[in-house]
């Protein structure tokens, strides 16, 4: 079974431009999360998708914003990029219908963005 | 507030070892996770914790877990130098099983 892609793995962006990345969640799982790690924050949390409909969202500023498609692949978008949005972007799926539902997340190997 | 701490750095010598320590805010927590990070990978599930359960043995891992203190550690037995990673706790809330992330303890084997 393929795990969660994310695509691309590196990008350089400039100031003020936008950005997208993408995300396929392993066969079956429903349930889309994405994170931002950086050195000096940690893990944050973005936003979580569920059919189509975000569920949950992070405290973040409307530039970051995303979506997920109806095969449950999903991308995350960020509009006018700062210095500070230089990250790591990580996807994360999981299997709501589980049994026992333990909450696993299955990780992506993450898109690094850099901002100059 | 909604903080899960943990230490940033923990030294061992391989053989020996490793206790990683995190606490938590939510009593209310079902599951206790325990992931582990690679360089330039992502996050892997290494072993998790039901929240009515005191301790959790897997091969050279064991969990343990004081609810009164709200207290989650993480050993790792004879510790190896594949076991130099990042180590991340955290708790989940709600039925949706949103996670609250500690900020990572980086383990350093030293030979």
């Known amino acids: 079974k393929a795990g969660v892609t994310q695509t691309p793995r590196y990008l350089i962006k400039t100031r003020g431009q936008q950005v997208t990345l993408s995300c396929s969640p392993i066969?079956?799982?429903?349930?889309v999360s994405w994170y931002q790690q950086t050195p000096g924050q940690g893990l944050q949390f973005l936003f979580e998708?569920?059919?189509?409909?975000?569920?949950n969202k992070g405290n973040f500023p409307g530039r970051f914003s995303g979506r997920q498609f109806s095969n449950s692949r999903s991308e995350m978008n960020v509009s006018t990029l700062e210095l500070g949005d230089s990250a790591l972007y990580l996807c994360a799926s999981r299997l709501v219908t589980a049994s026992p539902n333990t909450g696993e997340l299955f990780f992506g190997e993450g898109s690094r963005l850099t901002v100059l | 507030g909604e903080d899960v701490e943990q230490s940033l750095f923990l030294s061992v010598r391989e053989g020996d070892s490793s206790v990683i320590n995190c606490t938590y805010t939510?009593?209310?927590?079902?599951?206790l996770y325990w992931y582990k990070q690679e360089p330039g990978a992502g996050l892997q599930l290494l072993t998790y914790i039901f929240s009515n359960m005191d301790m959790k043995q897997d091969q050279r891992l064991t969990v343990l877990l004081n609810k009164k203190d709200k207290h989650l550690s993480l050993r790792i037995a004879d510790t190896q130098t594949g076991d130099s990673a990042i180590y991340f706790c955290?708790?989940?809330?709600?039925?949706?099983?949103?996670?609250?992330w500690g900020a990572g303890t980086k383990l350093i084997i030293k030979p």
């Open positions: 998708y569920f059919s189509e409909t975000q569920r």
């Open positions: 939510d009593s209310s927590s079902t599951y």
């Open positions: 955290a708790e989940s809330k709600g039925s949706n099983y949103q996670l609250i």
């Open positions: 066969s079956g799982h429903r349930s």
